[in-house]
């Protein structure tokens, strides 16, 4: 076993929400030498160095442009959010009876979770604050880092039919137990504390529940990972990794977390947003390319739209398609959807394979079945912004969207030596449908 797994698992740790998953992102690259660009400012870029820019603290963008007359833009964009729930504003809830009372947060379902996971185990507070201080608008991160809340079960006594299917209520049953009546007006407080800020400078908040339980590494074999946030972690995490330890010296690599996936990316910092197009941009611009030598970059260019992909499932082997079966442990994802809710079609799952065969990386077929429909992710909504070839992959989970999801061990090795090999070329087009990949 390599130290990528325990480091995905690290990262994961450090990362309770995604405003806290780039910030971890921020530092690793800093750490590797790159400079922080702000949209606000002027960019004056320089060949061979390294660069990042961030949106809203929940997206980042990173590039390395080895000269100014680069071929193409070799990119890999990932998510930063996964399902939970958000914490309202004005949080706080009384519930009593004959003199009984609880105190709970108020909460909604952010993104499409798995609801029954989230019962019986220790959750906790984090995301960031907005103050006014000292006349600025600041932004703190907030991480309550200690077991604060729980959504408890109801007991079978109370309800017989429970273990024959449930339809959860969110404002009813997932609304977690913050303390007991003593508990009523301390919420903000406790945040505040948690970053060292007054309570009264608090304007607004963006916080979110997270799973305190650990992941762990575990099977026969030790085979495979559990932990929460795999979905879309894991492929942010191994797409850094390949990143920071690969380039071409004709190719602009371009590494990009997008938050606000798993609701549709419809956001200034999703990959339903400019900001893909608006670093691209900047990048041709800081070089003094004109706009020409942007779209002749843009038609070589080419994206891995890294997400995870629905491994087969032991207990439920049927729903699954017949003969695109992926596991665990056998190699990289590549996804395929008719209707295009991937990207994936034959020239650029043409591209991808011929990268990973020569760099003896395994790969697998994914398809839904035909009856049932499935996920979609941010490869065709970015491209509605910057149109390239795309492949949509991932690597192969159980219980997606679950607080506490399972992978493979090897196939974090396997994503990263398949994005490094993807870094590691120059894609360019000799006319539309012929490609030639420079290693």
């Excluded at 932990?227 to 190719?251: G, I, M, R, V, W």
């Excluded at 947003?273 to 390319?289: C, E, K, P």
């Excluded at 992909?309 to 395929?336: C, F, R, W």
């Amino acid at each position: 076993m390599s130290n990528y797994p325990q480091g995905l698992l690290d990262f994961i740790q450090q990362s309770p929400s995604c405003f806290h998953a780039i910030d971890i992102i921020k530092k690793q690259l800093t750490a590797n030498g790159f400079l922080q660009l702000l949209e606000s400012d002027s960019w004056e870029l320089e060949a061979g160095k390294s660069y990042f820019v961030t949106r809203n603290l929940s997206s980042i963008i990173a590039f390395k442009v080895p000269r100014p007359d680069f071929v193409s833009f070799h990119i890999v964009a990932s998510h930063s959010d996964s399902p939970t729930f958000k914490i309202k504003e004005n949080a706080e809830l009384e519930v009593s009876r004959a003199g009984a009372k609880y105190t709970q947060l108020n909460t909604e379902r952010y993104g499409g979770m798995l609801c029954a996971p989230w019962f019986d185990r220790p959750l906790s507070v984090a995301g960031r604050v907005v103050t006014q201080e000292n006349g600025k608008i600041q932004t703190h991160l907030v991480n309550i880092d200690r077991d604060l809340v729980l959504i408890p079960n109801l007991a079978i006594h109370m309800n017989r039919q429970a273990n024959d299917g449930y339809a959860y209520n969110a404002q009813k049953d997932m609304v977690p137990l913050f303390g007991d009546g003593c508990a009523k007006g301390s919420f903000l407080k406790t945040v505040a504390d948690s970053c060292n800020i007054s309570e009264k400078d608090i304007l607004s908040t963006d916080l979110f529940l997270y799973n305190r339980m650990p992941g762990t590494i575990w099977g026969a074999n030790e085979e495979f990972i559990s932990s929460p946030k795999l979905d879309d972690l894991e492929c942010a995490y191994t797409s850094l990794q390949a990143f920071l330890n690969a380039s071409h010296n004709k190719s602009a690599s371009i590494y990009c977390v997008f938050d606000n996936e798993e609701v549709g990316s419809g956001t200034k910092q999703g990959a339903d947003s400019t900001f893909l197009q608006d670093v691209l941009g900047r990048i041709n611009s800081a070089f003094g390319r004109t706009r020409e030598q942007f779209h002749m970059a843009v038609a070589s260019s080419f994206m891995l739209s890294a997400d995870n992909a629905h491994a087969i499932h032991p207990n439920h082997m049927d729903v699954s398609d017949p003969t695109n079966l992926v596991e665990m442990n056998q190699g990289i994802v590549i996804k395929y959807n008719a209707n295009q809710k991937y990207t994936t079609d034959a020239v650029s799952a043409a591209v991808f394979k011929n990268i990973c065969n020569q760099a003896g990386v395994p790969y697998q077929s994914f398809t839904n079945r035909s009856d049932m429909l499935g996920g979609s992710t941010l490869g065709n909504i970015s491209n509605a912004h910057v149109s390239l070839n795309t492949v949509d992959i991932g690597l192969a989970q159980l219980a997606m969207h679950s607080c506490y999801e399972t992978a493979g061990i090897k196939d974090i090795d396997y994503m990263i030596e398949g994005i490094k090999a993807f870094y590691n070329s120059c894609i360019s087009m000799d006319a539309d449908g012929i490609y030639q990949i420079e290693r």
